[in-house]
């Protein structure tokens, strides 16, 4: 039977819309899942953004539609509205829609909220996680934990939806544990000045930019210090700020 809403490929075939929120992984193509990239290759239209490595859209089909999403070449990100319209139209006209983030959607990535979206009008959604950017801090000898040294981690990021700096930072020195910023450089300063009036400026901490990219950046000092690191190593977006002790066990 031919079905008269089909604009696959195959007119035979009943279209499903679906959306995959995938996790591209911290920057190195290759640390994406395997999952993912069988659903990669699936995939008949790919949303993706700034922090999604582009090779991995070479594992989609030459007819696969790609579309970005990220910011607009000096101009301002996508907005989110826009992103959901995409969504819908997309899946209800192609099928299988793959929204292409990077490290993992559901950390500091607004996926949830387009998994939402598509539930709401009627698309069937999946999450298929990535490795988030903190993880790839490993590369630079820096375990998030280590047994009598940091016994757990406080994942925070730098800039709120007000864009003020999170209250949760002071908390967070209170502990042993790791402290983890996301998208924290404009608030460098801030953060260390918070830690210097605490006084905890001399616990150690690094900057790592393009975590496991072959570009990547890494500076490492006190948390006093950041701003400093900052400006001496010239780092830059797309960088993650981690403070502890953690720091110090490899060096
Ligand atoms: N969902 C992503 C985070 C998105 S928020 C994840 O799980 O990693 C954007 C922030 O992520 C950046 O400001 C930066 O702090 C961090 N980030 C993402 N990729 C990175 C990379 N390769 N190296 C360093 N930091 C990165």
Known sequence: MRM???????????????????????????LITVKAYKVLQQAKVVLYDNLANRELLDITQPECEKIY??????????PQENIHELIREKAFSKGKVVRLKGGDPYIFGRGFEEVLYARQHGISTYYIPGITSMQASGFEDIPLTHRA?????????????DGRLSDDLKLAMQSNATVVIYMGMKKAAEIADTYIQAGNGNIPAAIVQHASLPHKKVAVGKAK?????????QLTHPALIIIGWVVEVGR
């Not at 809403?5 to 195959?10: G, I, L, Q």
């Not at 007119?11 to 992984?25: D, M």
């Not at 999403?69 to 996508?78: A, F």
């Not at 210090?225 to 190593?233: K, N, V």
């Open 225 to 233: 210090d950041l701003p400093e690191m900052i400006s001496s190593h």
């Open 4 to 30: 008269t809403h089909s604009s696959t490929d195959n007119a035979n075939e009943p279209l499903h819309p679906e959306l995959y929120v995938i996790g591209a992984g911290p920057g190195d193509p290759e």
């Open 149 to 161: 040294i940091s016994e757990g981690i406080w994942v925070l990021t730098g800039t709120k939806k």
């Open 69 to 78: 999403v990220g910011k607009r070449p000096y101009g301002d990100y996508t």
